[in-house]
């Protein structure tokens, strides 16, 4: 369907939401250095998120009401498509950064550190003691940045994660095929299944920090082993909380009775991200936890 | 038809007062805002300029503190290119596309919104750190454009944290533009209008949307990691942790790279829309164009590290990068072989904007033969933090990227008011700011080869006639944009009645519309053969 106004095109009417959203984002950014250099909460924080939450409920409700009131037509589905594509693509890049920190400080600067190539003398000159192993379990300054004690096995929980995760995928792709054959029960006992299952994952992502911390001494600041190990989990556990969120928001809207055999760009979109979240922990657990 | 769409009828004409910025969906408002926005940082970041400027008239320190100096270079390093040269170009990219794709709007307008007001949230908090500088209250970043490591983390002052965040907003918005630009490309070309019948411009926007979408997240990758070395103990830029402060240099050129290239491709599609039109003849070698373009983009990815020649690497890598950098200068030499063809026996006239476009093809490849100096290991040895290098990219910067946005904005302001500008005072503008620019930066080669560091406040007795030379070029560069200013008011303000297809050698759907252009360009797709 089109609007008339505009021929065969459809153009939203001015909308609050993109101001709302600077608002929010801004105030939330001030929030955090501001909590960060203080040692306490800054009440901008909590501010700042509670906006952005706002936001998003806000903004992708109004977008869902005029989805179905039927205002979209082809068009506007595929801009949509192709904005949540290219939006994924971005996410991969944001990761390869840190998956590029991980790979240089492997092949090169613990090496290097090591003597390895021509390094020989700054090896001598500057931690000659340092031996370059991966996982790093001494660091070159030990006395100033503590190293873990033993590095994260890959066999236990992170295995179990994988399995979780894989599974996941599988359940949702069940969802879609359901929801394309039009049997709601099987797409809502399969999507209910993959939010369970992103649940079950983020228990044991807490689990695993925590015995990280505690028993391994495996920590955020111990060194580029610890520093590559949380900050590449660590966002990739965040952008599961979003994704089983996003999961979350469908199932309640399939349970509404949304989505049609055709139409259901919202639950590809998020079946998409659901897969990307899945591919990105096949690269960590590979990298990061196993060899 | 439903309630929503209903009211939609009456709703065409332009809503009004301060709303119709803050909610707009509209590509031209948003352009506008954009391009007001990009004028506004440039007399900010252009003052900043002036300041350096002054305190180098004479060596010895003069006006401004040490401290104080790096704080100008590097905001008026980060406000030229992420509040002035990028958002100039988005801004023209929502004026344009839809209308050279015969399109109502962009695809995606409320997010079109929001990636230009988080500018202002980005730029708000950056600024305030200067003013707080001012102020006497803590430093400014005071490391760079480039923000190397450990200058920013170990030793970095504490507004860095607002940087890194101010950062991440301009990444947001810069992803969420290229997004748009890749939806409403793909998906809203008028039937008949294949990939290779687009403008240049569009094909130019197209891959540069490509190159932010793939570069901008590293960059936000690498502040990140910079506010945990900074905040939370990580050890990616330090050694004593086994990580290492050249990795930071990688990642930030990674960006960094592509980065200048996003500067300057549409800058290329904009001459190539230019040179045609005054030639009055078709540009030449159109897919050789396309084709240039995408190679460079590709290229763009493997040649970071010729910006660490001298930060050193082994002798293979040094090798590949200066290899893989000269490779660049054949696409390059493709487009500026194809713009002098399109001229050759062309009925040339030279309005302001063809001024200002035959500027560019010279001044920028003035830029790409310093660079070939420069991407050259042994030579960029001596090169290297000079004032050569600062030469060299003022060249490809100003006298390329900003000169082709003047270049446009002289060329489209007709279509976009309705209005001629006043060509007087234009041709003015231009000769002050050809002239102006090249008595500024051509003296930087000279100290630079003779061995002046840059970003230094104080320098050695004998580079002292070249520094005062380029002190005038920038007073008289800066103080002629007022005029740029004063035509641009006087264009909107009204002015001679300009014709649907303004220039008599125009080609291309925008200038099959009326002048100024409708609020939604095309309602119904217009047929393109
Ligand atoms: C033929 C094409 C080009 C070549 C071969 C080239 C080569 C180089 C090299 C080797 C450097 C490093 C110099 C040093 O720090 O020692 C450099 C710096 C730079 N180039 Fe280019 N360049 C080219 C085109 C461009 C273009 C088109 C732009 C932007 C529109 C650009 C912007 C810059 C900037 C901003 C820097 C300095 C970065 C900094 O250290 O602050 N270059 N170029
Ligand atoms: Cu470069």
């Keep these: ?291 | 038809m439903n309630a929503v769409v209903e009211e939609h009828h009456d709703h065409d004409h332009k809503p009004t007062g301060l709303g119709r910025w803050l909610f707009s969906t509209n590509h031209k408002d948003i352009g506008t805002m954009y391009l007001w926005f990009s004028f506004t940082m440039f007399f900010i970041g252009g003052a900043l300029a002036l300041v350096i400027r002054a305190e180098l008239f004479q060596p010895g320190l003069q006006i401004v503190e040490p401290e104080f100096f790096n704080q100008l270079t590097t905001l008026h390093g980060l406000i030229m290119v992420f509040g002035v040269i990028m958002p100039a170009f988005v801004g023209l990219a929502n004026w344009q596309l839809p209308m050279m794709i015969g399109a109502p709007d962009m695809a995606l307008p409320r997010m079109n919104n929001w990636s230009f007001w988080l500018l202002p949230g980005a730029f708000g908090l950056l600024l305030a750190s200067l003013v707080m500088s001012l102020m006497g209250m803590g430093s400014a970043p005071n490391f760079g454009w480039t923000f190397y490591a450990p200058l920013s983390t170990t030793y970095g002052p504490d507004s860095t944290d607002y940087f890194i965040f101010s950062v991440h907003l301009m990444g947001i918005s810069s992803v969420m533009g290229a997004i748009n630009v890749i939806a409403t490309i793909m998906n809203l070309r008028a039937p008949g209008m294949t990939y290779m019948k687009m403008p240049i411009f569009v094909w130019t926007w197209f891959i540069t949307a490509y190159l932010l979408i793939a570069v901008m997240p590293v960059l936000a990758g690498v502040v990140t990691m910079m506010l945990t070395d900074r905040n939370f103990g990580t050890s990616f830029f330090d050694a004593a942790g086994g990580g290492d402060p050249v990795m930071f240099q990688h990642v930030f050129w990674f960006f960094g790279h592509p980065e200048v290239y996003i500067m300057i491709l549409p800058a290329f599609g904009i001459i190539s829309s230019i040179v045609p039109t005054f030639s009055r003849k078709p540009l030449f070698g159109y897919s050789s164009m396309v084709y240039a373009t995408a190679s460079i983009a590709f290229l763009s990815f493997i040649v970071w590290a010729h910006h660490m020649f001298t930060t050193g690497m082994p002798v293979a890598g040094e090798l590949f990068f200066m290899y893989a950098t000269m490779l660049i200068a054949i696409p390059t030499g493709v487009k500026v072989f194809n713009w002098i063809s399109t001229m050759w026996r062309g009925a040339l006239t030279f309005e302001t904007p063809m001024l200002f476009a035959i500027a560019f093809i010279f001044l920028f490849t003035m830029g790409g033969f310093t660079g070939l100096m420069l991407c050259i290991v042994p030579a960029d040895f001596q090169y290297h933090d000079t004032y050569f290098v600062v030469a060299h990219f003022h060249y490809v910067l100003v006298t390329g990227a900003a000169f082709s946005i003047m270049a446009a904005v002289y060329f489209w302001l007709p279509k976009w008011t309705g209005n001629m500008y006043d060509e007087k005072l234009g041709k003015l503008h231009f000769w002050l700011t050809c002239i102006s620019a090249n008595v500024l930066f051509f003296p930087m080669h000279f100290v630079g080869l003779a061995g002046m560091p840059r970003r230094i406040p104080d320098y050695a007795l004998q580079f002292a006639e070249f520094n005062q030379i380029a002190t005038v070029g920038a007073f008289v560069f800066g103080f002629s944009q007022l005029i740029f200013l004063y035509v641009v008011i006087k264009c909107v303000k009204g002015g001679e009645k300009a014709t649907d297809k303004v220039w008599e050698g125009a080609h291309g759907l925008e200038f099959d519309l009326p002048s100024p252009a409708p609020f939604h360009s095309y309602t119904t797709p217009p047929e393109v053969k």
Excluded at chain 1, 32 to 37: A, D, F, K, L, R
Excluded at chain 1, 70 to 99: C, H, P
Excluded at chain 1, 230 to 255: A, K
Excluded at chain 1, 271 to 288: E, K, S, T
């Design chain 1, 1 to 291: 369907m089109s609007t008339a106004s505009h021929g065969e095109y459809y153009i939203p009417e001015p909308s609050k939401w993109p101001i709302i959203g600077t608002v929010a984002l801004t105030t939330s950014v001030i929030g955090t250095v501001n909590t960060i250099h203080a040692g306490e909460m800054s009440y901008l924080l909590p501010v700042g998120l509670l906006m952005v939450a706002y936001l998003f409920f806000g903004w992708f409700g109004s977008v869902i009401d005029e989805s179905m009131a039927g205002n979209y037509n082809t068009q506007v589905d595929k801009s949509f498509r192709l904005g949540m594509m290219w939006f994924i693509f971005s996410e991969v890049m944001f990761f390869a950064a840190f998956f590029g920190a991980l790979f240089y400080a492997r092949t090169f600067s613990v090496p290097w550190l090591g003597g390895a190539g021509n390094n020989a003398s700054t090896h001598e000159f500057l931690w000659p003691a340092f031996e370059a192993i991966w996982p790093v379990l001494t660091n070159p300054d030990n006395a100033k940045i503590i190293a873990p004690r033993e590095a994260m096995g890959a066999m236990g929980l992170p295995a179990i994660n994988t399995a979780i995760l894989l599974t996941s995928s599988v359940t949702v792709t069940w969802a879609h095929h359901a929801l394309r054959a039009g049997n709601r029960t099987h797409l809502n006992l399969g999507l209910g299944l993959t939010v369970l299952l992103g649940c079950v994952f983020l228990v044991l992502q807490v689990e695993e920090y925590i015995y990280a911390y505690n028993e391994l001494g495996l920590t955020m600041d111990s060194g580029i082993y610890g520093s590559t190990f949380f900050m590449l989990t660590g966002f990739h556990g965040f952008h599961v909380t979003m994704g089983t969120t996003m999961l979350l928001v469908i199932l309640i809207r399939c349970l509404k009775g949304h989505f049609t055999a055709d139409n259901h760009f919202g639950f590809e979109a998020v079946a998409w991200y659901w897969h990307f979240v899945d591919v990105v922990w096949l690269g960590l657990f590979i990298f990061v936890y196993w060899i």
